[in-house]
């Protein structure tokens, strides 16, 4: 049998300059919500996939977030 090997990684990075939530529930308001700041995602994967035979592949993977 032969298979197929499949390596991934990404890469991403946001930054919101500013914003606000509002919300109000039955007429009555909450605290705005401030919206800003920077936030990131890492993620590393492997995927095996069998290439004689139709059946789902392996993946194994990481994913991070910070922000």
């Not at 990404?10 to 919206?35: C, N, Q, R």
């Not at 920077?38 to 789902?56: A, T």
Request: net charge negative.
């Amino acid at each position: 049998m032969s298979h197929t090997h499949v390596l991934i990684a990404g890469l991403a990075y946001e930054y919101e300059f500013g914003g606000e939530a509002k919300t109000t529930v039955k007429g009555l308001s909450t605290p705005a919500l401030s919206i800003k700041g920077s936030s990131g995602m890492l993620e590393l994967g492997y995927i095996i996939q069998n290439k004689d035979v139709n059946v789902p592949a392996v993946y194994i993977g990481l994913q991070g977030w910070h922000g």
